[in-house]
């Protein structure tokens, strides 16, 4: 009987970490279609009351050297079923600095 219940807990978990990457990837492309920037990644994913709060990380300006590129850091709000319900603008910031605080 352990062992059932070991085995539906892991499937649970499995699950939220398979409906997490679902919602990050529908973020990235949103943001990306929105913004016409790239997108370079995902800072952070959690559950809220309406669906999930996503943090992208996207590509502003693109500078020669790269370690002067301009990036910045999206809040997105996508339901459960993946449509975008928000996003914002929260922080700018140049790459290799994102740590900066708030601002």
Known sequence: ???????????????ARSSAARIASHAREQIGALTAKSVEGVAAVEPVDNGWLVQVEV??????????DMLALY???IDDDGDLLAYRRTKRYPRGR???GTE
């Open 75 to 77: 809040e997105v709000e």
């Open 59 to 68: 590509l502003e300006d693109q500078r020669i050297p790269s370690s002067s």
């Open 98 to 100: 994102a740590d900066l």
């Open 1 to 15: 009987m352990a062992a059932t219940d070991s085995k539906s807990q892991q499937d649970r978990d499995d699950g």
